[in-house]
T-cell receptor, first 112, second 114 residues
Framework: AQSVTQLDSHVSVSEGTPVLLRCNYS??????LFWYVQHPNKGLQLLLK??????LVKGINGFEAEFKKSETSFHLTKPSAHMSDAAEYFC??????????FGTGTSLTVIP | GAVVSQHPSWVICKSGTSVKIECRSL??????MFWYRQFPKQSLMLMAT?????????EQGVEKDKFLINHASLTLSTLTVTSAHPEDSSFYIC??????????FGPGTRLLVL
């Protein structure tokens, strides 16, 4: 079975400081992992994806994530938070290539 | 990138009526689309897999007679909430894939059942 656990339901950071959103996964086989962002009342936007290529994945808007098999983690990071980064972030694991299972989400607040 | 649209974006209906939500892939063909449901401040829950030309596959606990899915063409899937009740009020989101393991999500449809 596939699942993801987002360890923090809410994260607050000051503008200009680093962002860390944590995600752990469980999968019966080599997983594909994704991070999506959802701004209020908006649809989901793909930030980045890991599909068994490079373990350090770079995404849009300065975000990146590192796949660590030994730790079953896929944490999302950004060196410097921007006000526009405030949103809900979802870690996702895929099954059969296109069935997605979402984590519970992490709400990111950026303090000016 | 690929674009997925949904219509309507907002719908309010009376209890007992049926509501149809459309999901379209605008610039690509999708043999498979997915329907999700999201309650306020909660995550997305996969409801069903919509397969073009065949029956949808429903996740455990999702009533197939309540949530009718039709995938009549390679660019259109519809979700019909039949005999809607207030507890069906939610945010419904569809997705479609352009390439392997990349899903593009629609903007969502907010349903309010009075």
């Amino acid at each position: 079975a596939q699942s993801v656990t987002q360890l923090d339901s809410h994260v607050s950071v000051s503008e200009g400081t680093p962002v860390l959103l944590r995600c752990n996964y469980s999968s019966s086989y080599s997983p594909s992992l994704f991070w999506y962002v959802q701004h209020p009342n908006k649809g989901l936007q793909l930030l980045l994806k890991y599909t068994s290529a490079a373990t350090l994945v770079k995404g849009i808007n300065g975000f990146e994530a590192e796949f660590k098999k030994s730790e079953t983690s896929f944490h999302l990071t950004k060196p410097s938070a921007h006000m526009s980064d405030a949103a809900e972030y979802f870690c996702v694991v895929s099954k059969r290539g296109n069935q997605f299972y979402f984590g519970t989400g992490t709400s990111l607040t950026v303090i000016p | 990138g690929a674009v997925v649209s949904q219509h309507p974006s907002w719908v309010i209906c009376k209890s007992g009526t049926s509501v149809k939500i459309e999901c379209r892939s605008l610039d690509f063909q999708a043999t498979t689309m997915f329907w999700y449901r999201q309650f306020p401040k909660q995550s997305l829950m996969l409801m069903a897999t919509s397969n073009e030309g065949s029956k949808a596959t429903y996740e455990q606990g999702v009533e197939k007679d309540k949530f009718l899915i039709n995938h009549a063409s390679l660019t259109l899937s519809t979700l019909t909430v039949t005999s809607a009740h207030p507890e069906d009020s939610s945010f419904y989101i569809c997705s479609a894939g352009l390439e392997w393991e990349t899903q593009y999500f629609g903007p969502g449809t907010r349903l309010l059942v009075l």
